[in-house]
């Protein structure tokens, strides 16, 4: 029995005994005891989003909650954490500088990239008010209040430095939180954008204010010029370094791995360059390049390499989340931990930490509403719930506790500020941190539901359940499933009663979108959504023609930017794509002039038929995406009136581009003969690659042979995508 004893004593330890080395307590820390903490925060961000999906608690608030726990554990009771402990303590001892320079890039970067250009475009007058006059108005007002309230008898100069520092406004927060809740896309990037540029200017106030308290003076045309250096010049930088990345792209055919490569070091490379080597924001260079990217880098990758990269970013934003609201949250309870004789020299610091998040959010209250008529004017406007929203997600993070931590381990000397004051810096921006995190993160979603903001309209909710019922109708189409030569037949009843989410929609028998027909059916509003529907897939059929090379990317770029503008006048005007086209395609007044002999003829002639060639590729895809959509939408909506009235638009627009078509079989035939000759050329090219995947995936080619053939036929496309269209036939034929 006594060794039944001993065994059964013993059987935890060599269950735990694969954990111990995280348990055991260590003399001396080493460096490898990092990944410890990073394998853990990954553990722990699976385990929390896995448990919080389908909830309203925002993952990152959590994942705070989850850092502040392990660094309590660490700091402030008697039960070390060993090895794990170790990592916890190197993790949280990490320079400001270092926060920003190893996590930004990528984030920022990633939700730049992800934005819609033609979005950023319309939301951009309102992203800087609040990022540049906004984040100034913030700093004296916060400024202000820290002077004329808090008993430490700060400088001006200080109390505007911890002003400044407090105003950065994290886009690692918010973004994530507003990815979770899905907010209307319009309110999404105006938050997301100014969110990122408030990051980048409040650095630079802070710099600003930083370089004051260091004994530096400053006329206000020296403020003017370190500002306008600062930002206009790391705009500069993020533009460069997307010009050259983006033509280097454009010489890289059909390589996922390369492309991916390129864009995740061009975002290192661009921050270094701009904050290290020639001493700008290498936030705002990032944000730059991520936009330019969104702009011209997106149609540069193709099919599969674009999804590739998507996704590559996405598990990118993912992890760098995980692990720095987790840090973020080691920080602040090691902040607090640690620095305890703060607490003894100031008895009334958490109330003076509430009193200032009170502050932050009147700021920011100041701020939106002397911004809001210029708000209301520009871009989409804005109407009072969504500036309730834009009031209440000012929400802190890694940015202000990194410029914190910088001011903190500075080495300026104790004459200047003295090491209470880094304290407080400290305490107080990761009080805010946890206190926006905590209140603003987590109501937000409420908020949003008490506002009726993540409601779907009625419009929305007709389709979903007509989507519902065309599925049900599909169930249909798949009763010859039932029935199979080794296994038998099915019981179909079961296979119904199985697929709940359509027994209550079958019940009723009913379909909503012929139910609607008397129901106001020709409601401006059913309109422009059916509209938005039509110009979706019209906007999805030119992404498929530039993966199967029937469009080159300057082609698909025009096509997509004259979507874009449609569908924001869908809602009180008919279908307009071809008038964003119609400049493009014809002739400008200039060519007339080239005419005349005082230019080359082979030269005009080229310039002639290329302008031609685009035209065609234009009107071309122009009706060939419409004709795609009209399909779908019928096939999808049937006979209903207000299909017929936006598939009669959609073939009203297309007279211009068939015109000109007819006429050019008639003037210029060696021009469409040119251009079908290369679709069908890439057609069959990429029909001869899915053949030969599928002869390797069916077992009748081995991988060796299946991609020698693959590369010879890839070095073909190569060459056609390389080789412009036949305009040299033309020019020969000149005298």
Known sequence: MEAIGEVTHALPYRLLAPFRLLIETSSDSDPVDAVIFVGLSLVLGIACRH????????????????????????????????????????????????????????LLFESAFSMEVHQIKRCMAQMILLAGPGVLISTFCLGLALKLTFPYDWSWKISLLLGGLLNATD??????????????????????????????????????????????????????????KVSLGAVGIGIAFGIASVLWLGFIFNDTVIEIALTLAVSYIAYFTAQLGIDVSGVLAVITLGMFYAAYGKTASKGGSQQCLHHFWGMVAYIANTLIFILSGVIIAKGVLVDSKTFVNHGYLWGY????????????????????????????????????????????????????????????????????????????????????????????????????????????????????????????????????????????????????????????????????????????????????????????????????????????????????????????????????????????????????????????????????????????????????????????LGDSSITSIVINESVAEGEEARKFLEDGRQKFPEVLRDVKTRQVTYSVLNHLLDYVQNLEKDGLLEETEMLHLHDAVQTDLKKLSRNPCSVHSFLGALP
Not at 86 to 106: C, M, S, T
């Open 353 to 636: 930490l509430v009193l200032l998040y009170v502050f932050v959010q009147v700021s920011r209250c100041i701020v939106v509403g002397v911004l809001f008529p210029f708000l209301q004017y520009f871009g989409y406007g804005l109407d009072l719930k969504e500036t309730a929203i834009l009031i209440w997600s000012g929400l802190r993070g890694v940015v202000a506790l990194a410029l914190s931590l910088s001011f903190k381990n500075s080495s300026v000397s104790l004459t200047t500020i003295n090491s209470e004051t880094r304290s407080l810096f400290v305490f107080f921006t990761g009080g805010i941190v946890f206190l926006t995190l905590i209140i603003n993160g987590s109501t937000t979603p409420f908020i949003l539901h008490f506002l009726g903001m993540d409601k779907l309209s009625a419009t929305k909710r007709c389709i979903l359940d007509h989507t519902k019922y065309k599925m049900l109708k599909k169930l249909e189409a798949f009763e010859d499933l039932g029935d199979d030569e080794e296994l038998g037949p099915a019981d179909w009843p079961t296979v119904k009663r199985n697929i709940a989410n359509l027994n209550t929609l079958e019940e009723g028998n009913l379909d909503p979108h012929s139910a609607s027909e008397n129901e106001g059916n020709l409601d401006p509003t059913n309109l422009k959504y059916i509209r938005i529907r039509l110009l979706n897939v019209v906007q999805a059929a030119y992404r498929r023609m530039l993966d199967e090379g029937r469009i080159t990317q300057a082609t698909a770029k025009i096509l997509m930017q004259s979507v874009d503008e449609a569908i924001d006048v869908a809602s009180h005007e008919p279908l307009c794509d071809w008038k964003g086209l119609k400049a493009i395609v014809n002739f400008p007044n200039y060519y007339k002039f080239l005419q005349t002999r005082m230019f080359p003829q082979k030269l005009v002639t080229y310039l002639t038929v290329k302008r031609r060639e685009s035209a065609c590729y234009i009107c071309a895809a122009f009706l060939h995406a419409h004709r795609i959509a009209q399909r779908q939408l019928h096939d999808f």
């Open 171 to 228: 886009p690692v927060a918010v973004v994530a939180l507003f990815k979770e809740l899905g907010a209307s896309k319009k309110l999404s990037t105006i938050i997301e954008g100014e969110s990122m540029m408030n990051d980048g200017i409040a650095i630079v106030v802070y710099q600003l204010f930083y370089k004051m308290v260091l004994g530096q003076s400053f006329t206000w045309a020296t403020v003017i010029e370190f500002m306008a």
């Open 51 to 106: 448990v919080l999906s389908g909830t309203r608690v925002p993952y990152t608030v959590a994942l705070l909650i989850i850092g502040i726990a392990l660094g309590s554990l660490e700091y402030g009771s008697n039960h070390k954490l060993g090895k794990l402990g170790d990592g916890i303590r190197l993790w949280a001892e990490i320079d400001g500088d270092l926060l920003l320079a190893v996590f930004l890039p990528a």
